[in-house]
C-alpha cells in the first residue's frame, strides 16, 4: 500500500521558518516527480514546489519563489520543504504530492499524502 506522510507543519511567527517532511512507503519513488501542493481555507488546491527525480529540475510557484526550497533524498524516499521568511497567507494544509508527468499541474498527482497544516501568525 502507497502512503506519503508529511510532518513538520506547525504555528509559527511571520517571517519564521518550517521544514515539512515527506515520507514515501509501500513503493519507490526515485524516478517520480515530487511536488508540495496547499490549500488555504476555503480555496483549491494550490502548486507550491515540484521536483524532478535527479533533482536537477525544480519549480515554484510565484508566490514562494526565493523563500522555499524542495528537495529529496532517494536513498530514503523523502522530500522535504523548507519554508522560509513565511508569511499569513501561506497558511494552509499542505500536500505531499507524488507521481504526475507534468510538474506544475496538480490534478495530475496520482498519489497524496493526508496533510500538514501549516498556520502563520501576523
Known amino acids: 500500500q502507497v502512503q506519503l506522510v508529511e510532518t513538520g507543519g506547525g504555528l509559527v511567527q511571520a517571517g519564521g521558518s518550517l521544514r515539512l517532511s515527506c515520507a514515501a512507503s509501500?513503493?519507490?519513488?526515485?524516478?517520480?516527480?515530487m511536488a508540495w501542493v496547499r490549500q488555504a481555507p476555503g480555496k483549491g488546491r494550490e502548486f507550491v514546489a515540484a521536483?524532478?527525480?535527479?533533482?536537477?529540475?525544480?519549480y515554484y510557484a510565484d508566490s514562494v519563489k526565493g523563500r522555499f526550497t524542495i528537495s529529496r533524498d532517494n536513498a530514503k524516499n523523502m522530500v522535504y520543504l523548507q519554508m522560509n521568511t513565511l508569511k499569513p497567507e501561506d497558511t494552509a494544509v499542505y500536500y505531499c504530492?507524488?507521481?504526475?508527468?507534468?510538474?506544475?499541474?496538480?490534478?495530475?498527482?496520482?498519489?497524496w499524502g493526508q496533510g500538514t497544516q501549516v498556520t502563520v501568525s501576523s
Open positions: 504530492a507524488a507521481d504526475s508527468i507534468s510538474p506544475t499541474i496538480v490534478p495530475q498527482y496520482r498519489y
Open positions: 509501500g513503493r519507490s519513488f526515485s524516478r517520480s516527480i
Open positions: 521536483i524532478s527525480w535527479t533533482s536537477s529540475n525544480q
